[in-house]
Structure formats: structure tokens, C-alpha cells
T-cell receptor, first 114, second 112 residues
Framework: AQTVTQSQPEMSVQEAETVTLSCTYD???????LFWYKQPPSRQMILVIR??????QNATENRFSVNFQKAAKSFSLKISDSQLGDAAMYFC???????????FGTGTRLKVLA | DTAVSQTPKYLVTQMGNDKSIKCEQN?????MYWYKQDSKKFLKIMFS???????INETVPNRFSPKSPDKAHLNLHINSLELGDSAVYFC???????????FGQGTRLTVV
């Protein structure tokens, strides 16, 4: 069975600094997708970034980038120039291609200190 | 224009009652989901429908019954509500051309 593990329940970062959130996963599939979702206090789940497993190049979206290590089954999220609005729960998620199921990690609460 | 919308956003009800949560998506997606987020923020899939057909039914008490009248709607009916049903319930959808799920704003259900 596929699993997603986020080992950091909570992280803090100073405004304008860089922070990295960790995620590991386990799967026997070769074709899958990985995601980072942000959940601010408003409760809305917002897609931050996604990575296709077949792509070697790490995905980037403005200040957000990932470090995808397929052999190690690791998928970390780097947030550069952290802003107060980045404070939220961040969830790592896995979805196998061709299936309809997304599996989420337990989340990391990110605090941004002014 | 909201892509995935759920009603109501908040629901407070007494134990033993029956309640429904409605979900509609205007994205033209074929697949819709119900997820439950517990008090520890853990998100777990409950059900998934593809083209109105149930394709995922996780270990969920049979007091929970999803209904998909058409591809754009997926409702969740809960019978005989219990205290442990208190959670945030998220509806989501995914299109054939997408890899990610699009979420509604969630419904916070509180059973007292």
C-alpha cells in the first residue's frame, strides 16, 4: 500500500528566509504524481506545486520549488523569501497515474515569524 | 465563479440526526471525491465517483451514503450522526486532463 510521511509536525521560519518541508513516500508504482497543498486558516486546500514522477527536472512555481529524489522516494518543498501569508498547514500528497485516489501526509504546520 | 462549491459551510446538529452535505463542480470534471479531515488535520478519502459510478469506497460506516445524480454533483448523506462524525468534510474533483484534485472550501460538521 502507498504511504506518505511528513516527519515535521511543525516548522518555523523568519520572514524573508528559506524553509524546507520534508516528505517521503512509499510506492511500487512507476508512474505517479506528487503534490504539495497549502491549507491556510480559511480551510481551503490550495495546490502549491506538482511533480510528475517521469520528469527528472524539479518543479518550480515562483518562490516554491521541490527537490524530487525518485530513488530515495523523497519530495521536499522549499519556500524561498518566506512571507507572512505562507503561514499554513502544508500537505504532501501522492496520486498514482490511472487511479483515482490521492493519499495525503499528516501535514506540517508552518509558522512565519515577523 | 467558484469551481467546487459545498453547502453548507458549517453544520451543527444533535446526535442521532440525519444530515446531508451537497457538492457541485462547474469544471466539467468526471471524477469527484469526499474526504474527511479529522481534528488532527489528517485527510482520508471516503468515496470517489467517476462518471456517476462509485469507484472508491473506503472503510466508512454504512451510515454514510454518497449520491451522484449527475457528473457535476456529489452529495453526502449521513444517518444517525455520532459525536465521532465531527470533522471537516471536503469535496473535490478531478478532470481527465488534470493530475491534481480541486477542493471545495470544506464543511465543518459538529455533532453535539
Amino acid at each position: 500500500a502507498q504511504t506518505v510521511t511528513q516527519s515535521q509536525p511543525e516548522m518555523s521560519v523568519q520572514e524573508a528566509e528559506t524553509v524546507t518541508l520534508s516528505c517521503t513516500y512509499d510506492t511500487s508504482e512507476s508512474d505517479y504524481y506528487l503534490f504539495w497543498y497549502k491549507q491556510p486558516p480559511s480551510r481551503q486546500m490550495i495546490l502549491v506545486i506538482r511533480q510528475e514522477a517521469y520528469k527528472q527536472q524539479n518543479a518550480t512555481e515562483n518562490r516554491f520549488s521541490v527537490n524530487f529524489q525518485k530513488a530515495a522516494k523523497s519530495f521536499s518543498l522549499k519556500i524561498s523569501d518566506s512571507q507572512l501569508g505562507d503561514a499554513a498547514m502544508y500537505f504532501c500528497a501522492y496520486g498514482a497515474s490511472g487511479t483515482y485516489k490521492y493519499i495525503f501526509g499528516t501535514g506540517t504546520r508552518l509558522k512565519v515569524l515577523a | 465563479d467558484t469551481a467546487v462549491s459545498q453547502t453548507p459551510k458549517y453544520l451543527v446538529t444533535q446526535m442521532g440526526n440525519d444530515k446531508s452535505i451537497k457538492c457541485e463542480q462547474n469544471l466539467g470534471h468526471d471524477t469527484m471525491y469526499w474526504y474527511k479531515q479529522d481534528s488532527k488535520k489528517f485527510l482520508k478519502i471516503m468515496f470517489s465517483y467517476n462518471n456517476k459510478e462509485l469507484i472508491i469506497n473506503e472503510t466508512v460506516p454504512n451510515r454514510f451514503s454518497p449520491k451522484s445524480p449527475d457528473k457535476a454533483h456529489l452529495n453526502l448523506h449521513i444517518n444517525s450522526l455520532e459525536l465521532g462524525d465531527s470533522a471537516v468534510y471536503f469535496c473535490a474533483s478531478r478532470g481527465a486532463g488534470n493530475t491534481e484534485a480541486f477542493f471545495g472550501q470544506g464543511t465543518r460538521l459538529t455533532v453535539v
